[in-house]
């Protein structure tokens, strides 16, 4: 009888919800090498679904399905490109990234008790980037949104941070709003003449969406 009460609690306590959110964000990149620097930040956005599985009142595991456009922007000084145009020999040139990826964001979320209409959120973990299209621009030569062949890794890996809170509309609805971190793990370049080198990406935005 008492193992059937735990049993019954424990059913009662788990817990799902989702939700749409869409995040603004800006991008820059950090390289380990003099070789290639960072040029300039950039605007991105990110959206998709949401989803929280709550093993605890307080306490979820999160993840979600999202798309992700993003730009880097770096400074050479060489690079081989090689587009579905053309192939290029850069020196000493400014080039630009577009990146399309889909996200697999894997984490873990505490939310406070309400607080009038608020819960504060704080969430943390790991996002997986699988690369769905990459473009790249130069001034030097002309290259306009060219996309590429090779020199981007399929794979991206980061890390990330979040905190905000949830503000309730009613009938089990609320809006979320957050800010966010993150920081890439893995090198997102692929280039074979410039051994060595290391390129990762670095995003802080906000998200603004809706959770049932």
Known sequence: MIMFAISLYSQKQKKYSFGFEVAPNVNWAVSNTKRVENNSAQLGIKYGLRG????????????????SHSAINLHYDSINL???????ELLDSDVKYNFQYFELPIGMKFQSNEIGYFKILIEGGF??????????????PDIDKEELKEG?????????????????????????????????????????NS???????????????LVF
């Open 152 to 192: 981007v890794n399929l794979y991206s890996l980061s890390y990330y941070f979040e905190g905000g809170v949830t503000y309730s509309l009613g009938a089990q609805i609320a809006l979320k709003g957050t800010l966010f971190f993150s920081s890439g793990i893995n090198d997102i370049t692929s280039d074979d």
């Open 82 to 88: 090689k587009t579905v145009d053309n192939d290029y």
């Open 127 to 140: 996002i997986n980037g699988f690369q769905i299209r990459s473009k790249v621009s130069s001034d030097e």
């Open 195 to 209: 051994e060595g080198d290391r390129i990762t990406q670095n995003s802080v935005g906000m998200k603004i969406g």
């Open 52 to 67: 929280d599985q709550f093993f605890g009142k307080n306490y979820a595991i999160t993840s979600g399905l999202m798309i």
